[in-house]
Structure formats: structure tokens, C-alpha cells
């Protein structure tokens, strides 16, 4: 008889896993997205199969953190869905938030996952992980740190192919700033400044559903159901995970049950299944299957902010694709020993203006998340912490100076006519602080809310493989269950986490 899996999230993990356990005819797999499935491109939505759009919310939940903003104006609106508010922004629809990206595919980094190691994690090396890497990717790049002919096309724009003009000076401005440039910034040299690594194909937006997917959809063990949301995990009296109720009331038995609903929504699962903080079930009146303190906990996100720039329309041009090129660099400077911890992209979003996404990629600060109700549709609290600790705020503040540097230097005289936000007369340290804490934003790279730890770990949810403590036939893939957030975007890695995890189940690792 076959085994019945049943994975609840069609995103980032949720979209490899389905492809991958399906490929094994022993399975019957089952997968489940709260948002609209779009079996193929054609059928797709334009703006998601555009990987030039950048930042629609057409398939979000609508999430919003409780994070306070002060009042101020001319604050970035690029992401804002409600002024004052910080987004959570959370994809929708088959392909989950690989569907709604910005097609960013730098990778985790080996001291990523030294520190994974450090804290315990014995099982997830650089070593052991960089097969995994390596499966998921076809990267013209080639050698031996990177793989070719995986369903993940790797797209670099180059002087030679396709790079803009602004994008090329941009990279000569940060060299003359003394970073180093390098032609494949995912290599073996992480800081500087390249040509940044995309998943698109031919302008397409290379998400789950498109590049793992879409190929599986004509297996007759695989049926992905859209449209449908998850209420809860059922369980035998013995703790096990037994079955998935929809909230239309269909009952999805599975001797394997697997939560890929992201940082959001798989602790909110796990909480309305009866696991999670015992004073939150008993407040909301959830019978508790097992109390885990740590289910909602622990959570860290990229915040970032907009230094913004009025531009030379007809120097620049064409403005699109919007992103080419990034920078990766420590706070202290380019000629700082310390670890990268800011990355700095330009983005064209419209014709005269200029973004630079500042991103701080080692947070100190931390957040968390819960449930306000048994109601699946009832949206949950959610406060991300950004800049909670005076560190990220002190480190942020020393990249936006970098980053003015780079912006008025020679290179960039052509196009760049005047600094919009936070402004030129924004130059003491207690004035960018207070900017920063009026335009601060999220990168919507959520990690955590389900630990990975040993059980009997404080805060632990899951083990090493995903497996829930406690429970049996119940894992959890995704972002939430990393001990640590990458100094990287978060998308690769999940699929990384996910292709390793498709080969655990399968019993092949």
C-alpha cells in the first residue's frame, strides 16, 4: 500500500517536496496551498510569472507587524502596503514566496552553517549541505561549488550580457570605495560586490512551481489542491499525526503529515493542532496535545531600509530588469576584518528614482509570533523586533554612510542628482538613528518560529531532520525550523532544507 504523505504548504519547501517524494511511485502525495494553484506559466498570473515584478501584493496573506514606527515624512513607500505599518509579506499561491519574490538567489554561506554546527547541530555542516546546493541549481558558473542541470536556472547579467549601465557603475563605484568585485558572488569569496545571482529564466520567475512542479503535475501519485486552507493536525490517542482538516471540512488522512507553511503559518498550525505555548492553548481554549514554549518564539528577520536617490532619467534608461548587482560588505568598512553582515543592492523601480535596499543580514534582534484565535482566517500577532538591539541600529547606521559614499562617488555622478531619503541634511549619528526607526522595513526572510534543537532543549520544537518532539508522523520544513537566520535571502536555503529533507523521508540521504 502506498504511504500516504500529506504536506501542508505549496511554497519554498512545500513545492520541492511534493516534486521530489512524488518521484517515488511508493508515495501518494498530497499537497495543500491556502492560495490559487496555477497548474501551468500559461495559466499564471502576469505578475507572477514576471520576474521584473518586484514587490505586488496581489498574492499575500496581508500580514503587518505590531513594530511601532514613528511618524515622519517622506519615508520610502517601495513594499508599504498602509503608511506606518511594517508588512509581513507572505505569498499566496502555489510557489508560496518563491512565486512573489525578487528571483534573489544568493546562497547560504559555510560560516552559516558553522554557526548552525555551533549551536548543536552536528548534521548540517557546510559539507554535508553543499550537495544539496549544488542538486537544486543549474548555475553557468560551473566548478566544484556549484551544480548544472537542476530544475533552478541561475541567471547572471554581465557587461558582456545584459547589464545595465547603471548597474556597471555601481560596481566600479564600490571598487573605487576599496570592495573587491567578483564575477560569481555565491563563490568561494563572499565579500564584494558582483553581478547578483537570479532564478529566472527568460524573465521568468523561477519559483517551486515553475522550476519542480510544474514537471511533476503529470504524475498520478501527486495532487496538489489550491485554494484550500489548513485548520489543524488531528492525532491518534497514542500522538500521532493521523490527518489534516481543511477549513471546508475535508479530512486528509496520512501516515506521513509534513508542515511547509513558513515561519507563519506552520506555528500557526502547530498551535491550533494543540502544540505550542500551554498558556496561549489554554487562553484560546485549544486542547493541548503537547506544550512547546517555543513554537512562535525565536523569530529573526533581514530589516532593512530604502536609501533613496532622484536619477537622471535618460542616463539611466531602461529600468529594467530592476535588480543586477549587489554588494556584500561588514560594517565597519571595506578594509574591516569583520564578517559581512550588510548587503546593499541598487533597485529601479520606476523612471527618476532610485532605491538602495540596505539590508542588515546578522540581527541580533529577535521577535516572535502566536495565534490570536482558533480561526484559521483570524490573522495572527506578529512582532518582528526590528532594531530592537541597539547593535543592529549602531551597525545599519554605519551602512547607510558606506552606502552615501559609494552613491556620490565618480562613477555614479551621471545618473545620481540628489539623496531623497534620508536626506542630505540627515548627518549626525541621533539623526540617521532616528531615521532609521521611521523608514525601517522588513526583508520578509522570517526564521525560527519552530526551532530545530534536542529534545528536551529549551524552546526546541523539532529535531535535526524536522521531526516534531513528542509526536509521531508529524515534520516541519521550512524556514522555521532554522537555529540560526543565513546572512544570505532565505529562498535558496529552504529549498536546500527541503531537497535534503526529500531525500531523509525517502530514506536515501
Not at 339 to 349: C, F, G, I, M, R
Request: proline share 7%; charged share 25%.
Amino acid at each position: 500500500m502506498a504511504r500516504r504523505i500529506v504536506i501542508c504548504g505549496g511554497g519554498s519547501a512545500g513545492g520541492v517536496l511534493a516534486a521530489r517524494l512524488s518521484e517515488d511511485p511508493a508515495n501518494n502525495v498530497t499537497l495543500v496551498e491556502a492560495g490559487p494553484d496555477y497548474p501551468t506559466a500559461e495559466e499564471t498570473a502576469p505578475e507572477v510569472l514576471d520576474a521584473n515584478r518586484i514587490g505586488f501584493t496581489t498574492h499575500d496573506w496581508g500580514y503587518a507587524s505590531s513594530d511601532g514606527v514613528r511618524e515622519a515624512d517622506g519615508v520610502p513607500t517601495f513594499g508599504v502596503v498602509e503608511q506606518g505599518v511594517v508588512p509581513v509579506l507572505r505569498g499566496k499561491v502555489i510557489g508560496g514566496c518563491s512565486s512573489v519574490n525578487g528571483a534573489n538567489a544568493l546562497r547560504p554561506t559555510p560560516e552559516d552553517f558553522a554557526r548552525w554546527t555551533g549551536l548543536g547541530h552536528d548534521r548540517w555542516s557546510w559539507d554535508q549541505v553543499l550537495p544539496y546546493l549544488k542538486k537544486l541549481e543549474d548555475d553557468p558558473a560551473g566548478g566544484d561549488l556549484h551544480g548544472t542541470g537542476g530544475p533552478v536556472r541561475i541567471t547572471r547579467f554581465t557587461e558582456d550580457d545584459g547589464m545595465r549601465p547603471v548597474g556597471s557603475a555601481f560596481l566600479e563605484a564600490c571598487a573605487q570605495a576599496g570592495h573587491p568585485v567578483h564575477e560569481d558572488v555565491n563563490g568561494a569569496d563572499r565579500r564584494g560586490a558582483g553581478p547578483l545571482p537570479l532564478n529566472r529564466k527568460d524573465g521568468v520567475r523561477q519559483s517551486t512551481a515553475i522550476a519542480y512542479l510544474a514537471p511533476a503535475r503529470d504524475r498520478d501519485n501527486l495532487t496538489v489542491l489550491g485554494e484550500r486552507t489548513v485548520d489543524r493536525v488531528e492525532f491518534t490517542d497514542d500522538g500521532t499525526a493521523r490527518a489534516v482538516l481543511l477549513t471546508d471540512g475535508t479530512r486528509l488522512e496520512g501516515d506521513l503529515i509534513v508542515l511547509a507553511a513558513g515561519s507563519i503559518g506552520s506555528p500557526s498550525i502547530l498551535m491550533r493542532s494543540g502544540i505550542g505555548p500551554g498558556r496561549l492553548l489554554d487562553e484560546l481554549s485549544i486542547p493541548v496535545v503537547r506544550s512547546v514554549e517555543g513554537v512562535g518564539r525565536n523569530l529573526r528577520d533581514h530589516s532593512m531600509v530604502y536609501v533613496t536617490y532622484a536619477v537622471d532619467e535618460d542616463a539611466v534608461g531602461e529600468i529594467t530588469p530592476p535588480l543586477q548587482t549587489v554588494l556584500a560588505f561588514p560594517s565597519g568598512g571595506a578594509g574591516s576584518a569583520g564578517e559581512v553582515d550588510l548587503h546593499a543592492v541598487v533597485l529601479t523601480p520606476e523612471p527618476g528614482v532610485l532605491l538602495v535596499p540596505l539590508v542588515l543580514y546578522r540581527p541580533y534582534s529577535l521577535g516572535s509570533m502566536e495565534i490570536t484565535s482558533r480561526d484559521p482566517d483570524a490573522a495572527p500577532h506578529i512582532r518582528l523586533g526590528l532594531f530592537d538591539h541597539p547593535d543592529d541600529l549602531h551597525r545599519m547606521v554605519s551602512g547607510i554612510r558606506e552606502v552615501r559614499k559609494i552613491m556620490e562617488s565618480g562613477p555614479l555622478q551621471k545618473y545620481v542628482r540628489a539623496e531623497t531619503w534620508p536626506g542630505p541634511d540627515v548627518t549626525s549619528d541621533a539623526d540617521l538613528v532616528r531615521a532609521v526607526l521611521q523608514g525601517k522595513n522588513t526583508c520578509c526572510h522570517a526564521v525560527g518560529t519552530c526551532v530545530m534543537g534536542g529534545e528536551g532543549t529549551p524552546g526546541a520544537v523539532v529535531d535535526q531532520s524536522g521531526k516534531v518532539h513528542g509526536v509521531e508522523g508529524l515534520y516541519v520544513i521550512d524556514a522555521s525550523i532554522m537555529p540560526d537566520i543565513p546572512a544570505e535571502p532565505t529562498n535558496t536555503t529552504v529549498m536546500m532544507m527541503a531537497e535534503r529533507a526529500a531525500d531523509e523521508l525517502r530514506g536515501r540521504a
